[in-house]
């Protein structure tokens, strides 16, 4: 069961005994997205939650923060190819930013399964293979203890979920970082100003616009929804089913395979069709956000237009050789696009469009002033 919130600003004062529901600030048409009825928004929970989110003592060697991973200033990822985790080890996936993350149908890569952001950050915080944050069962209770044992901490427990007589707890802190991660919400690029009749755009990026929106490019076929992407929901638009695509990206040996332990969709599912499929993710603030794809192998956006105009990439030599551009698996909606250069440099403008600063300077979800 989902709850739906209403329409202001994040309160970071003090917090109080009876929590202030939250009140979204939201452009014209957008709707609030989904909550979930039993972690409802309050102000005192974002301020919790964003504490949490830049808290590096809430890692297991108290060395790293969600905020390690998922910087600000890049729209809420890393610069990394492959994420880092507390204990140095390498994530084989690269770190996804959290750009209206509140709107996405499922949260991670390739995981169908995993519907909320509550059930999402449970991965993050206890994952042993890989380390991530590096909490464990040896540690999970001295990891509490650091954040129950700071007054400060246990009154903002207190207000963000009043009436719980032990509101430090695992389960509180998650609902927390979530909360605090649904309020990170990006509707201020140079696109949204265009669409609100607020700015103009350059001939080149309105060529662009036409590119990616159009018939000759077709990006729109699964960048389309309003956070160009193709898993979308909000208040207003209900939960529907997830796609994820296999993009031409790898074809091991002529045989469809991908490099394990990234083989997408399939490490869940076991079915061979699903081999190499990953979610779509959002173009908002993609000009931040390399290197890109889920391995983070394609080092430029202007590679990875040239990947998508080829549909798919040809591995030439060495452990990985295939012409992914072949793979049997790979989507249909991916074929070769006949784009000049000129078109390329066009589309190139138009996503940087979606770039949006007043998001990545928001002081709102920078880390608190000690």
């Known amino acids: ?53 830049h808290e590096p003592r809430l890692s297991g060697n108290g060395t790293l923060a969600c905020s390690g991973c998922h910087a600000q200033a890049s729209a809420f990822t890393d610069d990394r190819a492959l994420a880092r985790g507390a204990t140095g080890e390498v994530h084989p996936r690269n770190a996804q930013p959290l750009t209206n993350v509140a709107y996405n149908t499922t949260f991670n890569w390739a995981r169908p399964d995993v519907r909320t952001l509550e059930q999402q950050m449970a991965a993050p915080l206890f994952n042993t293979a890989p380390v991530e944050m590096g909490v464990n069962e040896a540690n999970r209770a001295a990891v509490l203890a650091r954040i129950a044992g700071d007054a400060d901490y246990r009154a903002r427990f207190g207000a963000a979920f009043a009436g719980q007589a032990d509101a430090v707890s695992w389960d509180n802190i998650i609902r927390a970082i979530a909360t605090f991660e649904r309020t990170l919400i990006s509707a201020s690029s140079k696109f949204d100003q265009w669409q609100a009749g607020q700015a103009t755009l350059t001939a080149a990026e309105e060529r662009g616009r036409a590119l990616f929106f159009g ?7 699964c960048h389309g929804s ?14 529907a089913e997830a796609p994820f695509h296999n993009t ?12 394990e332990p990234n083989r997408g969709i399939f490490e869940v599912t076991k079915q061979a069709a699903d081999m190499g499929k990953f979610r779509a993710a959002s173009l908002r603030n993609i000009e931040l956000t390399a290197p890109y794809m889920h391995d983070g192998s394609i080092g430029t956006l202007e590679a990875v237009i040239d990947f998508y105009a080829a549909g798919g990439r040809d591995v030439g030599n060495g452990l990985y050789a295939g012409d992914g551009r072949a793979n049997p698996f790979k989507d249909p909606l991916i074929g070769q696009i006949r784009l000049a250069a000129q078109d390329k440099s066009d589309l190139l403008a138009f996503l940087k469009t979606l770039t949006d600063a007043s998001f990545t300077h928001n002081p709102r979800f920078a880390p608190p002033v000690p």
């Open 226 to 239: 309003p956070n160009f992407n193709d898993q979308f929901v909000s208040s207003a638009a209900a939960p």
């Open 215 to 221: 018939n000759q490019a077709l990006c729109a076929r």
């Open 1 to 53: 069961m989902w709850l739906a919130a209403c329409g202001g600003g994040a309160n970071t004062a003090a917090p109080t005994p009876d929590p202030t529901p939250w009140q979204w600030s939201l452009p014209a048409g957008w709707a609030p997205p989904l909550v979930p009825a039993d972690n409802p928004m309050n102000d005192a929970k974002v301020e919790l939650g964003r504490r949490l989110f």
């Open 248 to 259: 031409g990206l790898f074809n091991i040996g002529s045989t469809g395979a991908y490099p």
